[in-house]
């Protein structure tokens, strides 16, 4: 087959548009199934084969690189093994499975800051709120020195107070599967208006104390 130059200016400005969707789906697929990237990966190489093997019909690669001249276009056979890997990725290693996205959605409304470790204390997860909150880093710092200094799988808490005078409840729990460690969780939330209340009140309640002592 012979082409145009108008043919072949129509064909990069289509191969341009398919790459740029091409990325942008796969970087939207990496973001939104971070759990299932052996499927994402399936998946992006799956939309670029017939891509790829239409432009070295185009431009007769196929001579150049291999020798091989094909009769026809067999970008309609590429889209076949296309179809093939949509197969495996969705039905064999159920890319579209909702659960995931469900546990994420739900893990991400959660309004308590939520950091996941390994075993060796390495952040493996955590949540929107986790990430939102500007004195996170200190708190995770300051959970993960501590359960260093105590050196066992005892769930413990403390509350950790800002030089900017708020207050987090912070909770440091291991996480089990049987009896062998699988990692921590780090739990922590503002609970700077609960300790001002408690403040007051402990503040009242000596007041009280000293009137009565008066009386």
Request: aromatic letters at 14%.
């Amino acid at each position: 087959d012979s082409f145009g130059p108008i043919f072949y200016f129509n064909q990069a400005y289509t191969y341009l548009l398919m790459l740029l969707g091409i990325g942008l789906c796969a970087r939207q697929f990496f973001h939104d199934y971070r759990q299932k990237k052996i499927q994402a990966v399936m998946i992006s190489v799956a939309v670029a084969i017939p891509l790829v093997i239409n432009i070295f019909y185009i431009t007769k690669l196929f001579k150049r690189l291999f020798d091989i001249t094909p009769l026809f276009d067999i970008t309609p056979i590429a889209c076949n093994l296309s179809l093939a890997l949509f197969a495996i990725a969705i039905f064999r290693y159920q890319f579209f499975d909702v659960a995931p996205i469900a546990r994420r959605k739900v893990f991400n409304e959660i309004p308590e800051g939520i950091v996941l470790f390994d075993q060796k204390q390495r952040i493996t997860d955590r949540n929107r709120a986790s990430l939102q909150l500007s004195e996170s880093q200190a708190i995770i710092d300051a959970a993960v020195s501590a359960a260093s200094e105590r050196k066992t799988r005892e769930a413990f808490q403390f509350l950790f107070h800002t030089e900017r005078g708020r207050s987090f409840s912070v909770a440091w729990i291991p996480l089990l599967k049987g009896h062998d460690l699988a990692g921590y969780m780090l739990k922590y939330a503002d609970d700077t208006a609960y300790q001002l209340a408690l403040e007051n009140l402990s503040e009242k309640n000596q007041m009280l104390t000293h009137l009565n002592s008066l009386i």
